[in-house]
């Protein structure tokens, strides 16, 4: 194999895993290092400029980095990256002296947002800092998005929500709330320099089955629900109460209903446990709170007298695969299943809905009624109209709606300055040594054995009695300090120089995974098979070195080292060197312009 | 020195041997040793191979006297008895060791100044007794624990840290032993763990003294430019006379290459030692031989290892003393007072 070239940004980023798959990635070793350190407000800031929302997100994340977490690939579970940058929020103090300053005279340039979701505000506070004025439309009378009308507030309080929110919109946001969109044309003629379109998917799937019409009264779909229960307009439910879904929605429904009066609730799902679309924490969180989770039940009708709902009738179905090797749902023969209810709560997913945007404007729309937008850049098939969030590629969550915002920002702010906006500069890095003395780094590179920890949450009868109530207490300082210290450190990369090695093999044996194994060149699937450990997932480069004096190479593992240091620690000339790789990914200002 | 323990985490790869053990379960506490001291390699080399026979630890015994060779048994078989004697002692409380209990599996770590300097003598007689012992002398040329004066298997010719040239002439430790008796002689180099490994796995199961010499470079004090015990000089006149397999099972005893090149020993406890032979001249089983073989190519300024002698039946101290199989600490005061009656029997025929 060639020599691994670690000038390239997405080496070393590839081993940072968490954050390779962090949508807008964020350093998260680093600002885990920060709160291990006690300097929270500084874990705050990295958080912030990178995903906008710390303390929304630290409770809320569906957070992708937790599964790509190279804790796993040594033990059993990931850090809690998620409720660590909550940490972060919960404890920062006072950082309004580190918010940028925006620019009293303006650049002259006009932006204007369709909503008020974490995309479009992600968008302004990008660019009102470079000048630009922002104004965003929003259908709703406070800005927030689904944030505000779906995330019920015991996950997500108030207080937090409105804090951050309120830090991008004292950036100087015109919000004009209450004021829906309903043509993009007539939007197109104020003149905006460039409108984006952050709307989300605002529609809740139907469930058209026999009875639905019949008994409409006590049948709600989930998000129009939950929007009415957080704008306190529905306060109470049923005391039996039928969620159908298996997705987020469906466990937020649940949930809700336990604390406006459901005594029986029973979440319904038409395939496997396992298949649900909800993260297992949310599905833990609901059955912690006495909720059963049914399965292989299909609904059939709802059950009514006179229009009364009575119940849902399911058929009982098991999962097989047919001729072609695809799983499906047949149905077991057993007499179908009928469960009684008063409510029942449809969260069988969500769709876009683009009723006010023109078909005749210059934006295409694909075989599924779908904007055609580009996935780098963000714009439409009209040059100056943007999508990010839900509204771009259909319903994902906050994070993915930021880093569609970051990159929307860029767009437009290289729009506004006549640029190529398919030229895209690479993030900036920057790569330094971690060597304080002999063996002494500047971070802690002995590894905790500690299993993960749990985050401390409300008594169940106090927690079920309020809606408003938080349920996770989330980490106090000791815990988040053990938490932080299991993080491998992953961003402080083994670094080799080929010049320096005199081949003696200290790194090789002092190295506890067996990451390093001085060996003959050859093709990669040669070379990986004469590892010392064969690497467990191929998918991690393997890092190659030059020739060395005995014309073998140097080739390590990526795969599971832990950050230890101590190849570094054993090498007599330095050979090794530990080194911290901060990447920032780069944000509409000048750093995005050529 | 590094401060932290090393990580209990291992690779998901790692096996486990007979005994349950992973190799990581072979490791002793991390290392104070000088970053790169050949020494490290070594016991990296024991670790393994005492992992690879699937040795219980606390069947085996670490012995060994002072230098920083000598303080490497704590970096190894954490889990083992060990022995720190005084400086060049550690073949009489190895050999002393052994007496009291054969049983046990005796490991002597010592460096070129513990054993051909102070305890050149103890050295000497330990090999002779033919002790079954695996007895390892770590060699820099240099005295490392005391800041690198040069000790006696330093070169003619080689040159100090300072550039001082060395003019005395140096011992030669395999010679030495093949000449005082040892029936299993092996040399090797710490940087080349695919020739020690064997040949410790092969010391291991040798019964009678087993020595090996293994060069080790001090990265400190003798791994300059010309110094003869350097990486890079070892490496450039490093001439392997053979390669050892150590085979523990039948299956794998059937003769696959060309006869010829390669050859078996077997030894009394049923190992069989495959040699696949480098120089093809080279028969490690015939004592003079090989030490004519060691002094010619000495000679022309060659290090030559690899398994360098082995005898088919080699004898041990307790053959020549004829001490009973059962450990003497073992035996009761019912085995060694043979009582009264039988005292005055023997006293009679005597009379
Ligand atoms: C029940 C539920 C729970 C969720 N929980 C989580 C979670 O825990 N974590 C997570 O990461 N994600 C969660 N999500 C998903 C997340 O809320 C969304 O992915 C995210 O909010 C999308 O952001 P956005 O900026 O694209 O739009 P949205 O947040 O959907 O905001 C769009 C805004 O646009 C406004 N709008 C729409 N049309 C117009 C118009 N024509 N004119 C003016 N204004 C308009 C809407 O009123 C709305 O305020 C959840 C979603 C639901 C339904
Ligand atoms: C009786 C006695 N004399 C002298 C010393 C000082 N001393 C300690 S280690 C050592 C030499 C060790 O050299 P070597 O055995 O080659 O070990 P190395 O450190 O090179 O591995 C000496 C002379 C001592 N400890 N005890
Ligand atoms: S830092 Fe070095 S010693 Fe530690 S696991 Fe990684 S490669 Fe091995
Ligand atoms: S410890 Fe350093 S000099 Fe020795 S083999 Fe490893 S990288 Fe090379
Ligand atoms: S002084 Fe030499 S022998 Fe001693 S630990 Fe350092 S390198 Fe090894
Ligand atoms: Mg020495």
């Not at chain 1, 090797?325 to 008063?342: K, M």
């Not at chain 2, 080279?282 to 190519?297: G, N, V, W």
Request: hydrophobic content about 35%.
């Amino acid at each position: 194999m060639d020599p691994t070239d670690i000038e390239n940004p997405d080496y070393f980023h590839r081993v940072v895993d968490c954050q390779w798959a962090c949508p807008a990635h964020t350093p998260v070793p680093e600002y885990i290092r920060m709160i291990a350190a006690g300097q929270y407000a500084d874990a705050y800031m990295v958080n912030w400029r990178s995903n906008v929302f710390p303390g929304i997100l630290g409770r809320t994340c569906d957070r992708p980095c937790e599964p790509a977490c190279r804790r796993v690939r040594v033990e059993k579970e990931p850090v809690a990256i998620c409720r660590l940058k909550r940490v972060a929020a919960d404890y920062k103090g006072d950082i309004t002296d580190r918010l940028p300053v925006v620019p009293t005279k303006k650049n002259g340039r006009r932006i204007a947002c369709i909503g008020a979701g974490p995309a479009s505000l992600t968008v302004a506070r990008d660019l009102l800092p470079q000048g630009y004025e922002v104004v965003i439309y929003e259908a709703d009378p406070k800005a927030g998005g689904m944030m505000r009308t779906q995330i019920p507030k015991f996950r997500l309080p108030e207080s937090v929500l409105d804090e951050e929110v309120d830090l991008v919109m004292d950036l100087g946001v015109e919000l004009r709330a209450g004021q829906k969109i309903d043509s993009l044309r007539a939007l197109l003629a104020e003149n905006y320099d460039a409108i984006f379109v952050g709307c989300g998917a605002p529609r809740g799937r139907e469930l058209p089955l026999p009875g639905r019409e019949e008994a409409k009264a006590h049948i709600h779909i989930g998000i129009d629900w939950l929007s009415s229960v957080s704008f306190g307009h529905t306060t109470k439910i049923g005391k039996r109460v039928i969620v159908l879904g298996g997705g987020n929605t469906a466990m937020d429904c649940c949930r809700s209903s336990m604390r406006l009066g459901g005594e029986k609730v029973t979440v319904v799902v038409r395939s496997g446990f396992e298949e649900m679309k909800a993260s297992p924490w949310e599905k833990e969180d609901a059955m912690h709170e006495g909720i059963p989770i049914l399965n292989f039940l299909v609904p059939q009708e709802f059950v009514h007298e006179k229009g009364e709902l009575r119940a849902v009738r399911f058929q009982k179905v098991k999962a097989e695969k047919d001729a072609k090797g695809r799983r499906q749902l047949v149905t077991t023969g057993e007499p179908d299943v009928i469960i009684e209810c008063d409510d029942v709560l449809v969260a069988v997913g969500q769709e876009n809905s683009f009723p006010w945007i023109e078909r005749d404007i210059g934006l295409e729309f694909d075989k599924w009624d779908m904007p055609v937008v580009n996935e780098k850049t963000m714009r439409s098939t009209h040059p100056r109209v943007f999508f990010g969030g839900d509204a771009a590629f259909g319903p994902k969550n906050i994070i993915w709606a930021v880093a569609h915002g970051h990159e929307a920002a860029v767009s437009i702010d290289k729009l506004c300055n006549g640029e190529d906006l398919a030229h895209r500069p690479r993030p900036a890095v920057e790569v330094i040594s971690q060597k304080m003395g002999i063996h002494e780094w500047s971070y802690d590179n002995s590894p905790s054995n500690d299993a993960r920890k749990k985050v401390p949450l409300r008594d169940k009868e106090v927690a079920l009695k309020d809606i408003r109530m938080e349920v996770e207490l989330g980490f106090d300082d000791k815990l988040a300090y053990e938490e932080a210290q299991r993080c491998l450190n992953c961003d402080v990369q083994t670094v080799f120089s080929d010049r320096l090695c005199i081949e003696c093999d200290a790194c090789v044996d002092i190295c506890p995974m067996d990451c390093i194994t001085f060996t003959g060149n050859g093709e990669e699937n040669d070379l990986r098979a004469r590892l010392r450990a064969p690497a467990l997932i191929k998918e991690q480069a393997l890092y190659v070195s030059g020739e060395l004096k005995t014309t073998r190479v140097m080739v390590k593992d990526e795969d599971v080292c832990l950050h230890c240091g101590l190849c570094a620690e054993r090498c007599p000339t330095g050979a090794w060197d530990m080194q911290k790789y901060i990447m920032e990914m780069t944000q509409a200002g000048s750093a995005c312009r050529s | 020195m590094t401060w932290i323990a090393r990580p209990k985490f291992h690779h998901a790869s790692l096996t486990k041997n007979e005994q349950g053990c992973t190799r990581r379960d072979y490791e002793g506490t991390i290392s104070t040793l000088c970053a790169g001291c050949g020494h490290d390699s070594i016991s990296a080399a024991i670790v393994q191979a005492f992992y690879e026979l699937s040795i219980a630890p606390h069947r085996v015994a670490k012995l060994s006297g002072i230098g920083c060779s000598s303080k490497t048994p704590t970096y190894f078989l954490g889990a083992s008895h060990g022995f720190n004697s005084v400086h060049g002692r550690m073949p009489s409380v190895l050999t002393g060791a052994n007496l009291a209990n054969r049983d046990l599996i005796y490991i002597g770590v010592s460096g070129d100044g513990d054993s051909a300097s102070i305890g050149f003598g103890q050295f000497a007689h330990s090999i002779r007794r033919g002790v079954d012992m695996i007895y390892i002398v770590e060699n820099n040329g240099v005295y490392g624990l005391t800041k690198g004066q040069r000790s006696a298997t330093a070169d003619e010719g080689t040159t100090m840290k300072k550039g001082e040239v060395n003019t005395d002439k140096p011992i030669d430790m395999i010679s030495m032993a093949i000449k005082l008796g040892a029936s299993y002689v092996g040399r090797s180099f710490s940087g080349d763990k695919e020739q020690l490994i064997p040949l410790i796995k092969g010391a291991i199961q040798h019964r009678g003294a087993a020595f090996l010499d293994v060069i080790s470079p001090c990265v400190a004090f003798n791994n300059h430019a010309g110094s003869t015990k350097s990486y890079d000089w070892v490496r450039e006149h490093n001439e392997a006379v053979n390669q050892l397999d150590v085979m523990m099972d039948h299956e794998e005893m059937v003769l696959q290459q060309s006869p010829g090149t390669v050859e078996d020993v077997a030894q009394p406890d049923g190992t069989v030692l495959r040699l696949h032979k480098i120089a093809m001249d080279f028969d490690p089983t015939d004592r003079i031989k090989a030490l004519d073989y060691l002094e010619r190519h000495a000679a022309e300024g060659e290090l030559v290892t690899g398994l360098l002698y082995v005898d088919r039946k080699p004898k041990d101290l307790h053959d020549h003393l004829g001490t009973v199989a059962t450990p003497l600490n073992t035996l009761g005061e019912s085995d060694l007072c043979p009582g009264a009656k039988t005292l005055s029997a023997i006293n009679a025929s005597l009379r």
